[in-house]
């Protein structure tokens, strides 16, 4: 079975200081962990992806995430936050069976404070 | 390009009614999928479909709810007898291919089903 744990449902931080969202999962198999925005009224976007190639992912908007198979950590980052950040954040897990179920965890909402 | 599309964007409904929801997935994606978004909780699966079949719906609560998606494309997704529970935002999304390693699934807006 696969799940997913997002140890943060709120985080609140300074414009212009970084952003640390954390995430941890657990996977019987080889995992796909995705990382994924929704601002509000408006549909889930894609930040980044994690697909068993490099370990450290860059995505758009200046957030990266390191995949780290020993502590089953793919924790989200970005070096200084910007006040168009404040959204919520849901990662997400899928193994790499036959197709692409994903299995979504339950939400970080990031707060920038100008 | 045009994404996914969700139709309504919002429904209410009175217990007990039938209601549809419809899903237009990006022309040429063969897997759409379909979740469940209650307050503060992130989408849980419901539906998965690649083509016309329904490849997985363990997801479905009870069988008051189906899905279909006749010809590959447009996938409509049917509640009976809906009960207040049932509110929440139903998610659709589509993927290029039939899954394969780190597709991206893209999602529509949502449409807000809410239960009187």
């Known amino acids: 079975a696969q799940s997913v744990t997002q140890l943060d449902s709120h985080v609140s931080v300074s414009e212009g200081t970084p952003v640390l969202l954390r995430c941890n999962y657990s996977s019987s198999y080889s995992p796909s962990l995705f990382w994924y925005v929704q601002h509000p009224n408006k549909g889930l976007q894609l930040l980044l992806k994690y697909t068993s190639a490099a370990t450290l992912v860059k995505g758009i908007n200046g957030f990266e995430a390191e995949f780290k198979k020993s502590e089953t950590s793919f924790h989200l980052t970005k070096p200084s936050a910007h006040m168009s950040d404040a959204a919520e954040y849901f990662c997400?897990?899928?193994?790499?069976?036959?197709?692409?179920?994903?299995?979504f965890g339950i939400g970080t909402k990031l707060q920038v404070i100008p | 390009g045009a994404g996914v599309s969700q139709t309504p964007s919002n429904k209410v409904t009175e217990k007990g009614k039938y209601v549809e929801l419809r899903c237009d997935p990006i022309?040429?994606?063969?897997?759409l999928y379909w979740y469940r978004q209650s307050l503060g909780q992130g989408p849980e699966f419901l539906i998965y479909f690649q083509g016309t079949g329904a490849a997985d719906d363990s997801g479905l609560p009870n069988d008051r709810f189906f899905a279909v998606r006749p010809e590959g494309s447009v996938s409509t997704l049917k509640i009976q007898r809906t009960e207040r529970g049932d509110s929440a935002v139903y998610l659709c999304?589509?993927?290029?291919?039939?899954?394969?390693?780190?597709?991206?699934?893209?999602f529509g807006p949502g449409t807000r089903l809410t239960v009187l």
């Open positions: 999304a589509s993927s290029p291919g039939g899954g394969g390693l780190g597709n991206e699934q893209f």
């Open positions: 022309s040429g994606h063969t897997a």
């Open positions: 997400v897990v899928s193994f790499s069976g036959g197709y692409q179920k994903v299995t």
